[in-house]
């Protein structure tokens, strides 16, 4: 029998499905892109048989990683499968988190004892994952300087806000006023192609905050936007939140069902996911990004790649396969001004092991399938042509 006591002292929590730990605190919530721990400074978190059952495991190591202190432990109980194994779980755990993690302890039981496997994870770093807080913000905006209505709108936007401390970045054509509270990068090179990559690197680069919020000049703010950043807490890497375009969803929360490697990827739209759900293959439409500066250090935008270009899909992409975890603040909400796009009735619905069917108004899934057809057969044909 294994024994895991030593690391099971001071403050902790279960959070297993049922509570397994006579003297410990059990916390259960039912796993999905909502799952968020509100305890931090833990000496451990414990886990029996729910990492392993679920698509959602990256969000959980995430969430159990902000809770801990220095030191701090996580231990994971769980049945291997074809599909999660010790040696998989291991290879997240590096991903995810390299050297702030390090595995102590790992041992497989017998079966007669119930073949579990155990691995116990330490937390190197100590101190809050982002100190500077949810309080300072810089806001970047990209522009060719043919809206200056809309920019006007959206720099009033984040003003009302009441942040703290924030700054308004603006890189492109902009012949507005230049307050206090404003910085103007004037960059037009590639306009005519709109080299919106290199746009927001160099928004990025001259921000002062940790927290970054990308716009395109077409995307306000709507009230209560900090509250609910203040609401989900500073504990993310990359965020998506609500975006309306009058009584139309924009693409705020979409898969593309294929990594950026695969063409499929960039033949047609993936489709919707419920707010709750989570994928793999999930991006950010370039319109409007959250994330931290530390982040957008780590992986940037692909400059060799212009306005429509898939260049949003890449970067979502490029986080991901770097370890960082895309997620969505539903408490949140902005306004696109404008939208190219045709409205869409396709979501897939959610499921807890994988990316779920595809459901829709019948026409609509009629016509995806069309779609998908028909950009197949094309590509074929022009492949054959090379």
């Known amino acids: 029998m294994i024994s895991i006591a030593k690391y099971l002292s001071g403050k902790g929590i279960d959070v297993s499905k049922k509570s397994s730990l006579s003297d410990v605190k059990h916390v ?16 451990f978190i414990y886990n029996d ?44 755990v590096e991903l995810l988190f390299g050297d702030s993690v390090s ?34 913000w810089s806001f970047g905006i990209i522009t060719n300087g043919k809206k200056m209505d809309a920019l006007a709108k959206i720099i009033a936007s984040i003003r009302h806000q009441n942040i703290p401390n924030y700054e308004i970045i603006i890189c492109g054509t902009y012949g507005g006023l230049i307050e206090e509270d404003t910085k103007y990068i004037h960059f037009t090179e590639n306009d005519h192609r709109g080299w919106i990559t290199k746009k927001k ?60 490697k695969d063409p499929r990827s960039r033949q047609y739209f993936g489709g919707y996911l419920e707010y709750s759900d989570w994928d793999q293959w999930i991006y950010i439409d370039g319109g409007a990004i959250i994330l931290k500066k530390i982040v957008w250090e780590k992986v940037k935008w692909d400059e060799n790649l212009f306005w429509n270009e898939a260049e949003d899909l890449k970067l979502s992409h490029d986080q991901t396969e770097h370890g960082i975890l895309i997620r969505f603040n539903p408490y949140s909400t902005c306004e696109s001004l404008t939208w190219r796009h045709p409205s ?25 399938k069309l779609l998908n057809y028909s950009v197949l057969v094309k590509n074929k044909f022009k492949n054959e042509k090379l």
């Open 49 to 92: 048989g729910v990492i392993n059952l679920t698509k959602y495991y990256r969000i959980l190591l995430k969430e159990w990683f902000y809770a801990l202190k220095k030191d701090g432990k996580i231990i994971i109980k769980f049945i291997e499968s074809d599909w999660f194994s010790s040696d998989f779980l291991k290879e997240e």
């Open 28 to 43: 259960f919530i039912v796993p999905d892109n909502t799952y968020r721990i509100v305890e931090t400074e833990l000496d």
């Open 344 to 368: 869409s009735k396709l979501i897939f619905k959610k499921n807890k092991k994988k990316l779920g069917k595809l459901s829709g108004p019948f026409h609509y899934l009629i016509g995806k």
């Open 201 to 260: 690197n160099l928004i990025c680069d001259k921000a002062k905050f940790e927290n970054l919020f990308v716009l395109h000049d077409r995307i306000v703010l709507n009230p209560g936007w900090f509250a609910g950043m203040k609401k989900y807490g500073n504990n993310f890497e990359v965020l998506s939140c609500k975006i309306d375009h009058k009584t139309i969803r924009t693409y705020d929360w979409i898969t593309s069902r294929y990594p950026y």
């Open 103 to 136: 595995v102590i302890f790992e041992r497989k039981e017998n079966k007669k004892d119930g073949g579990s496997c155990f691995l116990v994870l330490n937390k190197n770093i100590s101190g809050p994952y982002y100190p500077e807080g949810i309080n300072n």
